[in-house]
């Protein structure tokens, strides 16, 4: 029943990450079977509004998923789903806020130097316990005040009362479609499109118009040109494509090529990274150049020194998305490791 994975996909938000799959698991099998006692009792499939009120008789996803909780001893069980939702909402809204006040300031900085950079990535862990602190005081205080006053904070109540399974979150289909092994005719088409995408990076030097198109006349008539950073970029990119399609011709030919393996993803995006800090390390962080500096400095000087200054820029803030994008993704393969090695030690 759709009703229910969607159900289940809310709990598993809020359980336990370490235990989560073994939870979801032995949740579903409970909740199966008391629709299968449900259906058997009308003698039909239950409608929509009848899954909807067995749903609603349950409880709510977080009230369900605190059933799996250790026992907190601060917060208690009815404040306590709603507090680690709204912990993990503003460590992470701090964290994104933090990081693109933190890009703009070291941005405007007259030079770039890597001592703020630095500076800025270990303050980042006080941050996040700053927060953490005052959201579990603002939590232990309204525990402290529920637990004698109950009658007076009637959103806690009411945040679990006027619930509705109407309300649930469409299922994931992206991870639901992660969990399906790739089809052999999809594995053979990414391997025959990384041949011809290698072909079309190999004809950019001797045919530029293939990646700038009608823009290839207007860069030769133009006074600036590109510096030789774009070259060392450029077969940065090549070798990247050709290391890639290596592997993928690796894994059709030995017959791996139904999962990809993480750690092989990791290492692309890991080597996607040399690429840009190639360009972040210009001499001068210089991207562009006069053709005829003698003759065109004073016309298009301004206009060369503020291009180079905004490609730079860019390249900073695309380099800062990939990290954090890829931290995340270790992250994620970490804790999933983490999970599964304490689900096969219970």
């Given at each position: 029943m759709e009703l229910l994975d969607r159900y289940l996909q809310a709990v598993k938000k809020h359980l336990?990450?370490?235990?989560?799959d073994d939870i979801l698991a032995e949740l579903r099998a409970n909740l199966e079977s008391q629709l299968e006692d449900r259906e058997a009792e009308v003698g039909r499939?239950?409608?929509?509004?009848e899954a909807e009120a067995w749903l609603k008789e349950i409880g709510p996803p977080m009230q369900m998923a605190a059933r799996y909780q250790p026992q907190q001893y601060l917060?208690?069980?009815?404040?306590f789903p709603m507090y680690w939702y709204v912990l993990r909402l503003a460590c992470g809204w701090a964290l994104v806020i933090y990081s693109i006040v933190s890009a703009v300031q070291i941005l405007s900085e007259s030079t770039l130097g890597w001592g703020s950079v630095l500076a800025a990535i270990l303050r980042m862990p006080w941050l996040l316990i700053s927060t953490a602190a005052w959201i579990t005081l603002v939590f232990a205080a309204l525990e402290f005040m529920y637990s004698r006053y109950p009658q007076n904070f009637p959103?806690?109540?009411?945040?679990?009362?006027d619930w509705s399974p109407a309300t649930l979150p469409p299922l994931d289909k992206r991870a639901a479609q992660g969990m399906k092994p790739r089809s052999y005719a999809k594995a053979v088409a990414e391997v025959v499109f990384g041949f011809i995408f290698l072909a079309w990076l190999l004809l950019i030097p001797n045919h530029p118009y293939v990646i700038w198109g009608p823009g290839a006349n207007y860069l030769q008539s133009s006074p600036f040109a590109l510096t030789p950073v774009w070259v060392q970029f450029y077969w940065w990119v090549v070798g990247l494509n050709i290391v890639q399609l290596g592997w993928r011709?690796?894994?059709?030919?030995?017959?791996?090529?139904?999962?990809?393996?993480?750690?092989?993803?990791?290492?692309?995006?890991?080597?996607?990274l040399v690429?840009?800090?190639?360009?972040?390390?210009?001499?001068?962080?210089?991207f562009l150049r006069l053709k005829h500096p003698a003759l065109d400095e004073s016309r298009y000087g301004e206009t060369l020194i503020a291009t180079n200054h905004g490609i730079h820029y860019a390249l900073l803030i695309v380099s800062t998305i990939?990290?954090?994008?890829?931290?995340?993704?270790?992250?994620?393969?970490?804790?999933?490791a983490y999970r599964k090695r304490i689900g096969a030690t219970q």
């Open positions: 336990p990450w370490e235990r989560q499939p239950l409608t929509t509004a917060i208690g069980p009815a404040v959103i806690v109540t009411r945040h679990f009362g011709c690796a894994d059709l030919l030995s017959g791996a090529w139904q999962r990809p393996r993480p750690m092989q993803q990791i290492a692309i995006k890991l080597m996607g690429p840009l800090v190639v360009l972040l390390s210009a001499q001068d962080q210089l990939v990290t954090l994008q890829l931290v995340w993704e270790i992250g994620q393969m970490g804790i999933n």
